[in-house]
């Protein structure tokens, strides 16, 4: 079983950045599908960035692209979202997660992953 929680969500105007970490405990191979994803109001959730963390590979939606890095620490077991140049539109529960099951790849796809977060509310004002 793997426990997951996000950190560093709050409130920032549009075009300022901000930090969410994620931190999970429990049996971690070496190996992970881990991601980053967000739920908006009356929306689905949808997914923001992903990253293999054995071989770095990473992935982001259209949105996060140019603007959102993922990044990974094992030693520290700790999934991190740098989101700089923050809309409006990204006002969301941002939610960190992880799979084991999807070897050498990186998914988008919330029901492709198998650990979850409480996620961290994210709001940006304009």
């Known amino acids: 079983q793997v426990q997951m929680v996000e950190l560093g969500g709050g409130s920032v105007e549009a075009g300022g950045s901000l930090n969410l970490t994620c931190r999970y405990e429990?049996?971690?191979?070496?190996?992970?599908?881990m991601g980053w994803f967000r739920q908006a109001p009356g929306k689905e959730r949808e997914g923001v960035a992903s990253?293999?963390?054995?071989?770095?590979?990473?992935l982001y939606s259209d949105s996060a692209k140019d603007r959102f890095t993922i990044a990974h620490d094992a030693a520290r077991k700790t999934l991190y979202l740098r989101m700089n140049d923050l809309k409006p539109e990204d006002t969301a529960m941002y939610f960190c997660?992880?799979?084991?099951?999807?070897?050498?790849?990186?998914?988008?796809?919330?029901?492709?992953?198998?650990?979850w977060g409480q996620g961290t509310q994210v709001t940006v004002s304009s």
């Open positions: 990253i293999y963390t054995q071989t770095g590979s990473t």
């Open positions: 997660a992880a799979d084991r099951a999807m070897l050498f790849r990186t998914s988008l796809v919330p029901a492709e992953f198998q650990y």
């Open positions: 429990g049996y971690i191979y070496s190996s992970y599908c």
